[in-house]
């Protein structure tokens, strides 16, 4: 079990680039999240996967971002003309199945900036 | 809605002296509680978990936290500071249907030698 590892730990980009992050889960976790923390607050929820179904997505998740699980293993979060309201730290976390999911792995994040 | 309220946005202790973080809860919140830490540029890591099992949670480095219904508050001590201690602290409670957590504001620790 190596944790659940995030790449890449850091991205800066200009305004309008298009930038994807990867989140790789705990092997066998079958339950896949997406957070965003800005600068003095707490992760907020972005999206869900169970496998590679995305089940629920957050308002936060404007048409420019979108988020994919192929195959139920990893998963991109892809943001499209990035604007600098988008600079935060995107964290990725893993849940097992079944048992008490309410427990949540978390990756030590991409943390973006976008000038 | 579930949501916790964190009071006190920075907590400032010397090395040795308790450690006392506070959390508070909404009354709707179904009966399980987390604490997270994050030490700077890295994820969060759990610290203790309450599951409607013993009210007094024992977590990892020396934490512990107690939930108090009445009060509604799961507020996390130590009863000794370390130097190691000094990070960013979340309370958090998880969605009655489990697919997300709600975060509250975080609560930085320093730890004064």
């Known amino acids: 079990d190596t944790g659940v590892s995030q790449d890449p730990r850091h991205k800066i980009t200009k305004r309008g680039q298009n930038v994807t992050f990867r989140c790789d889960p705990i092997?066998?976790?079958?339950?896949l999240y997406w957070y965003r923390q800005t600068l003095g607050q707490g992760p907020e929820f972005l999206t869900y996967f169970q496998n590679e179904a995305q089940l629920e997505k957050s308002r936060l998740l404007s048409d420019r971002f979108s988020a994919e699980r192929p195959k139920g293993s990893f998963s991109t979060l892809e943001i499209q003309r990035t604007e600098q309201g988008d600079s935060a730290m995107y964290l990725c976390?893993?849940?097992?199945?079944?048992?008490?999911?309410?427990?949540?792995?978390f990756g030590p994040g991409t943390r973006l900036t976008v000038t | 809605a579930q949501s916790v309220t964190q009071l006190g946005s920075h907590v400032s202790v010397s090395e040795g002296a308790l450690v006392l973080l506070r959390c508070n809860y909404s009354s709707s919140v179904p009966p399980y509680l987390f604490w997270y830490v994050q030490y700077p540029n890295q994820g969060l890591q759990l610290l203790l978990k309450y599951t409607s099992a013993a009210t007094l949670v024992k977590g990892i480095n020396g934490f512990e936290a107690e939930f108090k219904k009445s009060e509604t508050s799961f507020h996390l001590t130590k009863p000794s500071a370390h130097m190691s201690d000094a990070a960013e602290y979340f309370c958090?409670?998880?969605?009655?249907?489990?697919?997300?957590?709600?975060f509250g504001t975080g609560t930085s620790l320093t730890v004064i030698p």
């Open positions: 958090a409670v998880p969605r009655v249907t489990g697919n997300q957590f709600y």
């Open positions: 976390a893993s849940s097992p199945a079944g048992g008490f999911s309410y427990e949540q792995y």
């Open positions: 092997s066998e976790h079958n339950r």
